[in-house]
């Protein structure tokens, strides 16, 4: 028989991720190696975003998440912590908009894992990479592998993303020695100076770059989302997030500084970036197997990234529905193994569409471009919210802080974080907007990644309007009933 679970009992799940099991997801999560080639694009300035991002957005980011996820611990994450501020409306914007985002974030990450892994068998496989049809089945494999064992039941499908994290550790490992060797035996490969390590902030090219940057370092509230999966939410959350986020920066920024060190700035490839400069010192050192083997680990790192966000984002659609918002099977759980596959199963057909559709309509690059920057408005339209509700759920709050982890420095403290995170994130929001320098159509660009963007709210908010009559209709019916039994 087919389960559905009522939110105000809680979601009946299984409760199997430990603190380990959360360090992992948020390092797998948050760390996308392929923002180290993004970000290595302009040169030594990034170097400056990314620590520009980490004060003014990731820990502002971390804290807010802290708190939040202490105060309202429950499954759906964000989407519970939107609707107790503002209300049922936003809640559902907030969760639909995140989820979307992931929609259209999922084809990005695969064609990027497509794109790295030609790598793995040196210079014989590098002409599938702009080749549509292995792009498509390579994606579609990664895809439903993932979906199913998702399904199957977060206990197994943890060791993704489990292996993953421990994948990323490991080529970043990689990355920073051959960084680090490069420079010492040949030095580096990108002249460091004042003045091109400064970033220049009136550039939109580096404008976008730190809006990309800032959403890179976003991802810390997917874990909460799976707060009814989670052993002790409470004690195990804030100890994840401050274990992963002291990993992560480290991440990004000594990886980013290798990978100028390795390669000349103008020959990092937007996706190619991290398996050309590992090729680069292998064939230096006399290891031409070095590029293959790392670019076989980065792709399993970003395999076990990708199964973290599938995990995450399934949940949201899932509680959205049990609020019945969304079509009533998505609130449906798994007879066996507990889990929403029929939020899972939708999903990834949605993510199948799209992805096919992109692949027949532009280049490879072309469109890796565009599901970046309509990823960057949906996905951070909801930290916007966050961090709003921040002051306001203080604010709302008992006296009594046993159990949770509150912002420091009070009143004071609370507002800085919140107003700092959210100007940054809408900062981040507007650049993404703004076509790149030399774009020969900004128009059509303009049309795509924020029309295309505006398009998939107006199409939850159809959705939210539906739910909102099925549940008057509802409501009606059962007091219409309820007042003609009095009468008997």
């Given at each position: 028989?087919?389960?559905?679970?009522?939110?105000?009992?809680?979601?009946?799940?299984?409760?199997?991720l430990?603190?380990?099991?959360?360090?992992?997801?948020?390092?797998?999560?948050?760390?996308?190696?392929?923002?180290?080639?993004?970000?290595?694009?302009?040169?030594?300035?990034?170097?400056?975003?990314?620590?520009?991002?980490?004060?003014?957005?990731?820990?502002?980011?971390?804290?807010?998440?802290?708190?939040?996820?202490?105060?309202?611990?429950?499954?759906g994450?964000?989407?519970?912590?939107?609707?107790?501020?503002?209300?049922?409306?936003?809640?559902?914007?907030a969760?639909w908009?995140?989820?979307?985002?992931?929609?259209?974030?999922?084809?990005?990450?695969?064609?990027?894992?497509?794109?790295?892994?030609?790598?793995?068998?040196g210079?014989?496989?590098?002409?599938?990479?702009?080749?549509?049809?292995?792009?498509?089945v390579?994606?579609?494999?990664?895809l439903?592998?993932a979906?199913?064992?998702?399904?199957?039941?977060?206990?197994?499908?943890?060791w993704?993303?489990?292996?993953g994290?421990?994948?990323?550790?490991?080529v970043?490992?990689?990355?920073?020695l051959?960084?680090?060797?490069?420079?010492?035996?040949?030095?580096?490969?990108t002249?460091?100076?004042?003045?091109?390590?400064?970033?220049?902030?009136?550039s939109v090219?580096?404008?976008?770059?730190?809006?990309?940057?800032?959403?890179a370092?976003?991802?810390?509230?997917?874990?909460?989302?799976l707060g009814?999966?989670?052993?002790d939410?409470?004690?195990?959350i804030?100890?994840?997030?401050?274990?992963?986020?002291?990993?992560?920066?480290?991440?990004?920024i000594?990886?980013?500084?290798?990978?100028?060190?390795?390669?000349?700035?103008?020959?990092?490839?937007?996706?190619?970036?991290?398996?050309?400069?590992l090729?680069?010192?292998?064939?230096?050192?006399?290891?031409?197997?070095?590029?293959?083997?790392?670019?076989g680990?980065?792709?399993?790192?970003?395999?076990?990234?990708?199964?973290?966000?599938?995990?995450?984002?399934?949940?949201?659609?899932?509680?959205?529905?049990?609020?019945?918002?969304?079509?009533k099977?998505l609130?449906?759980?798994?007879?066996?193994?507990?889990?929403?596959?029929?939020?899972?199963?939708?999903?990834?057909?949605?993510?199948?569409?799209?992805?096919?559709?992109?692949?027949?309509?532009?280049?490879?690059?072309?469109?890796?471009?565009?599901?970046?920057?309509?990823?960057?408005?949906?996905?951070?339209?909801?930290?916007?919210?966050?961090?709003?509700?921040?002051p306001?759920?203080?604010?709302?709050?008992?006296?009594d802080?046993?159990?949770?982890?509150?912002?420091?420095?009070g009143?004071?403290?609370?507002?800085?974080?919140?107003?700092?995170?959210?100007s940054?994130?809408?900062?981040?929001?507007?650049?993404?907007?703004?076509?790149?320098?030399h774009?020969?159509?900004?128009?059509?660009?303009?049309?795509?990644?924020?029309?295309?963007?505006?398009?998939?709210?107006?199409?939850?908010?159809?959705?939210?309007?539906?739910?909102?009559?099925?549940?008057?209709?509802?409501?009606?019916?059962?007091?219409?009933?309820?007042?003609?039994?009095?009468?008997?």
């Open positions: 028989m087919k389960r559905i679970v009522n939110v105000t009992d809680g979601p009946r799940m299984h409760r199997v430990g603190v380990r099991d959360l360090v992992l997801l948020n390092i797998a999560a948050v760390v996308g190696l392929r923002w180290l080639s993004t970000a290595a694009q302009i040169g030594p300035s990034s170097l400056a975003l990314w620590v520009l991002a980490l004060i003014i957005f990731f820990v502002p980011l971390a804290l807010t998440v802290l708190e939040l996820s202490s105060r309202l611990p429950g499954e994450g964000l989407y519970l912590w939107s609707k107790a501020a503002f209300g049922d409306l936003h809640g559902f914007i969760g908009s995140y989820w979307t985002s992931n929609l259209v974030f999922f084809p990005s990450v695969l064609l990027f894992v497509s794109g790295v892994f030609v790598y793995a068998a210079d014989r496989w590098l002409p599938l990479a702009g080749n549509a049809i292995y792009n498509a390579f994606c579609l494999v990664a439903w592998g979906t199913l064992l998702n399904i199957v039941g977060l206990s197994r499908a943890k993704l993303q489990n292996i994290g421990m994948a990323t550790w490991l970043t490992a990689v990355i920073v051959s960084g680090v060797w490069a420079w010492y035996r040949f030095g580096a490969a002249a460091f100076t004042q003045s091109n390590v400064l970033p220049h902030i009136g090219n580096e404008l976008t770059t730190l809006a990309i940057i800032a959403f370092y976003s991802g810390l509230e997917l874990g909460p989302i009814g999966e989670i052993k939410p409470r004690k195990a804030p100890r994840a997030i401050l274990m992963a986020g002291v990993m992560i920066a480290a991440i990004y000594a990886g980013t500084a290798a990978l100028l060190v390795s390669l000349p700035t103008s020959q990092i490839d937007l996706i190619g970036g991290i398996p050309q400069a090729a680069a010192v292998g064939k230096r050192i006399g290891v031409p197997t070095f590029g293959p083997i790392t670019a680990l980065l792709a399993l790192s970003q395999l076990g990234s990708f199964g973290a966000w599938i995990t995450g984002t399934a949940r949201l659609p899932f509680v959205v529905g049990v609020d019945r918002y969304l079509p099977p609130a449906v759980l798994h007879p066996k193994f507990g889990t929403p596959y029929v939020a899972l199963l939708i999903q990834s057909t949605v993510v199948t569409i799209i992805l096919l559709a992109a692949l027949s309509s532009a280049t490879i690059h072309e469109t890796y471009s565009i599901l970046i920057d309509m990823t960057v408005i949906l996905g951070l339209l909801p930290l916007l919210y966050i961090f709003a509700a921040l306001m759920l203080r604010r709302r709050a008992t006296a802080t046993k159990g949770i982890m509150v912002v420091p420095g009143a004071v403290g609370c507002w800085l974080v919140s107003g700092l995170g959210f940054t994130t809408l900062l981040a929001i507007v650049t993404s907007m703004m076509p790149p320098e774009n020969g159509h900004p128009g059509l660009f303009f049309l795509k990644v924020v029309g295309g963007s505006c398009l998939i709210i107006a199409i939850g908010l159809m959705f939210y309007v539906r739910g909102r009559h099925a549940q008057r209709r509802e409501a009606i019916h059962f007091r219409g009933s309820h007042a003609a039994d009095n009468v008997e």
